[in-house]
Nanobody
Framework: QVQLVESGGGLVQAGGSLRLSCAASGRTFSTYDMGWFRQAPGKEREFVARIRVIGGSTDYADSVKGRFTISKDNAKMMVYLQMNSLEPADTAVFYC????????????WGQGTQVTVSS
């Protein structure tokens, strides 16, 4: 089992930056693909970014490409989401998630951290 705790959310003006952190604990962190999702008010939860265990390759939603960067530190069991050029449309609760290699199911979730971008 993996426990995930997000931090780093807050209120920021449009054009600003935030870095979200996700602290993982529990079973072997390095065997899980890690990702970030978000859910805006009245909308479904959506994929934001993923970093694979094998090779460290990354994927991003089109809406955040070029603005957001996902990274991880295996030694510290941390995952990060650097968010630049934030827009009001990025306002959402951001969730850290983990899934086993080869699976399509994100099975571990954090409690979420609120990001609010003012215009």
């Amino acid at each position: 089992q993996v426990q995930l705790v997000e931090s780093g959310g807050g209120l920021v003006q449009a054009g600003g930056s935030l870095r979200l952190s996700c602290a993982a604990s529990g079973r072997t962190f390095s065997t899980y693909d890690m990702g970030w999702f978000r859910q805006a008010p009245g909308k479904e939860r959506e994929f934001v970014a993923r970093i694979r265990v094998i090779g460290g390759s990354t994927d991003y939603a089109d809406s955040v490409k070029g603005r957001f960067t996902i990274s991880k530190d295996n030694a510290k069991m941390m995952v990060y989401l650097q968010m630049n050029s934030l827009e009001p449309a990025d306002t959402a609760v951001f969730y850290c998630a983990a899934k086993r290699i080869g699976s399509n199911n994100w099975i571990y979730w954090g409690q979420g951290t609120q990001v609010t971008v003012s215009s």
